[in-house]
């Protein structure tokens, strides 16, 4: 076994909806699914969401749940991708709120790049953490409560954070290791 997939039976939910920075969604599922992890796309309703590349919209992904029929105990670890538009849409979907807030209550790894610690920020999670994120929401992370540091990755407890596409080898990583680390998969 010594060769096995770090994150073999590893489940893994991403969290995203029309908007998502499309680097920010598809090399966390790349990464995440060569080291051996399940991964799934839950959002808002059951129909592809397109991403924004850059400076206009981007591919399409397929979405395989919707937000609200996906459960914590199914799912080792939360990731949620940022741009500017997607996080904005799913901090008002109390759904999606509820379920950041199962993860984290479940000491199970939450993960949010870019502008996605905003829904950290509306899940009541920043209080008192270390954090980073886009440089354009630093106030608004700093103001609900949270130590902003301005690092690639920065892990503090069960929860992690980057600030930018350019962050994704560190953030990926730092998902991989805490899901290697972590102990039971989910069922």
Same mark, same amino acid.
């Given at each position: 076994?010594?060769?096995?997939?770090?994150?073999?039976?590893?489940? !893994?939910?991403?969290? #995203?909806?029309? /908007?998502?920075?499309?680097?920010?969604?598809?090399?966390?599922?790349?990464? &995440?699914? %060569? +080291?051996?992890?399940?991964?799934?796309?839950?959002?808002?309703?059951?129909?592809?969401?397109?991403?924004?590349?850059?400076?206009?919209?981007?591919?399409?992904?397929?979405?395989?749940?919707?937000?609200?029929?996906?459960?914590?105990?199914?799912?080792?670890?939360?990731?949620?991708?940022?741009?500017?538009?997607?996080?904005?849409?799913?901090?008002?979907?109390?759904?999606?709120?509820?379920? !950041?807030?199962?993860? #984290?209550?479940? /000491?199970?790894?939450?993960?949010?790049?870019?502008?996605?610690?905003?829904? &950290?920020? %509306? +899940?009541?999670?920043?209080?008192?953490?270390?954090?980073?994120?886009?440089?354009?929401?630093?106030?608004?992370?700093?103001?609900?409560?949270?130590?902003?540091?301005?690092?690639?990755?920065?892990?503090?407890?069960?929860?992690?954070?980057?600030?930018?596409?350019?962050?994704?080898?560190?953030?990926?990583?730092?998902?991989?290791?805490?899901?290697?680390?972590?102990?039971?998969?989910?069922?």
């Amino acid at each position: 076994m010594a060769n096995a997939s770090p994150l073999s039976s590893r489940r !893994i939910l991403i969290m #995203a909806t029309n /908007g998502f920075e499309q680097s920010e969604l598809e090399v966390p599922l790349e990464r &995440l699914s %060569e +080291a051996g992890a399940d991964v799934d796309v839950a959002s808002i309703e059951m129909a592809e969401i397109t991403g924004w590349d850059k400076d206009d919209w981007g591919d399409d992904v397929e979405v395989h749940l919707k937000i609200a029929d996906a459960k914590v105990d199914d799912y080792d670890a939360l990731v949620l991708p940022g741009g500017q538009i997607n996080p904005d849409l799913l901090r008002v979907d109390k759904n999606a709120i509820a379920l !950041i807030q199962a993860f #984290a209550e479940a /000491g199970k790894p939450v993960a949010a790049i870019c502008h996605a610690p905003w829904l &950290l920020i %509306e +899940a009541g999670l920043a209080k008192g953490r270390s954090m980073t994120s886009y440089k354009s929401i630093r106030t608004d992370v700093a103001n609900a409560g949270a130590d902003v540091v301005d690092e690639a990755v920065v892990l503090d407890g069960n929860i992690i954070t980057s600030r930018c596409p350019d962050d994704l080898p560190a953030f990926c990583d730092a998902i991989v290791e805490a899901l290697a680390e972590n102990r039971v998969p989910a069922e």
